[in-house]
């Protein structure tokens, strides 16, 4: 009950204020939680917000994926090979310091108006972030726990698998979860900025007509969508790092 | 199963760049015999330690276990001992335990059997082999980090401050079992400490080494009566009067 309570509580405040801000109106033509629970009911039955819904995840799957195919391993080779790490420091903290919505232009131009260049634009987003993590993982490796392992004799192999991956394991998930939410953002700057597909588009689609609350009705939808794929990244770092609750 | 062997430390030196940390240490370890290394800090305690284990490469000289001249770290005689235990903190005690086997690729029953057996006699049977290093106390995660190093049938136990980061009562119990698991598996025991009293109450021999190069200063004899954790030598007068002459000894290299 006082979970509950604990839970509700700030959802309901947020919803009065809503609301509040619907009846005033703090804006022109400022839909109120209603419309826009009716206005996503009428998307989803139409099959517009799914069908959307499909291509961004298209885009997502396919730049989050390469970013962490890439990012983890770069940055794990950037942790145990000292030399690779200085160099690529330097330039992942230009990425992540970069504007990098500057880059759209770019990357229309290399890769032109399709799925693939808001994959890259979502992959630039996220990727920086999973290298630092997972480079900032093997850093952490507390020297003591390789010491040992090297005086039972543990080969090269062995202190990467048993020591060095472990220590990192946490660091990486957290990295994981954080360019998750980078990739999103990515997925939107790109539709909105670049590409006519997806949420993107839609969200687009529904300003210019004023159907604000079409609009605000695919934000949240985009919102229950990172929330979903946030949860079962939490989830699975929850079962992966068991110990640190215990 | 095996012999215990000694180990012979001949004319060892080890530097850090400008800074010599061992010069010309001379010291036999006899087969079965517990030595405790003692000395202020920067003396090298810890670093004679890594070397006999082979995690240090000495700059002259040599050390032999048994017949085996130590060549690097991984050898099997001898297992090391942690001050903060060195725990994967992501395995549970059990894990921990098997762990140096693991990496010597032992096949995962005979692996289990070996772990179980040490934490039985570390004194960690049953419902703890299943518990995560944070849910332990510093006394039994020490336990587990002994565990460990028997777990893989060393002839040798090198241990490093192995009792200074836990309770005075803990510590004191851990000593007592520590005497008790010697005097069943008879293993050599190289004991670095800070703490005069636990030089004396363990060990056969306490061998002081002064700072800045590490040399051997003095070496102690310990006439005092074993079992020790069943006669209560630290209440004897004897005690006492050993704890006071390496006081002594160490008190003029201040």
Partial sequence: MKRLLARGAPLAAFLALWQWAAWVPISFNFPTPWQTVVALAELLGSGALLQASATSLQSLVLGFGAAILIGVPLGLLMGVVRGVGRVARVYLDLLIALPTAALIPLVILSFGINVVSSAVIIFVFSAPFITMNAYGGVRDTRPRLVEMARAFGASWGKLFTRIVLPSALPMILAGLRLGLSRAFLGLIVAELLLSPFGLGKLIMNSRSMFEHDKMFATVAWTLVLAGIALAVLARLEARLLRWRAA | ????????????????????????????????????????????????????????PADAGRIVIGSRPVSGPGGREASLVFQDFALLPWATARENAEFGLLLRGAPAAERTEAARRALAKVGLAGSFEQA???????????????????????????????????????????????????????????????????????????????????????????????????????ASGEFARLVDELWQILKKMQ
């Fill in chain 2, 1 to 56: 199963m095996s012999a215990t062997l000694g180990i012979a430390i001949e004319r060892l030196s080890k530097s850090f760049g400008a800074v010599q940390a061992l010069a010309d240490i001379e010291i036999q370890v006899k087969a079965g015999e517990f030595l405790a290394l003692i000395g202020p800090s920067g003396c090298g305690k810890t670093t004679l330690l890594k070397c006999v284990a082979g995690l240090l």
């Fill in chain 2, 132 to 234: 995560y290093p944070a849910q332990l106390s510093g006394g039994m995660q020490q336990r587990v980090g002994l565990a460990r190093a028997l777990a893989v049938n060393p002839q040798v136990l090198l241990m490093d401050e192995p009792f200074a980061s836990i309770d005075e009562q803990t510590r004191r119990i851990l000593q007592d079992d520590l005497l008790r698991l010697w005097s069943e598996e008879r293993k050599t025991v190289v004991l670095v400490t800070h703490s005069m009293e636990e030089a004396i109450y363990l060990s056969d021999r306490v061998v002081v080494l002064s700072p800045r190069p590490g040399r051997v200063h003095r070496v102690l004899d310990v006439p005092l009566p074993r079992p020790r954790e069943t006669l209560d030598v630290r």
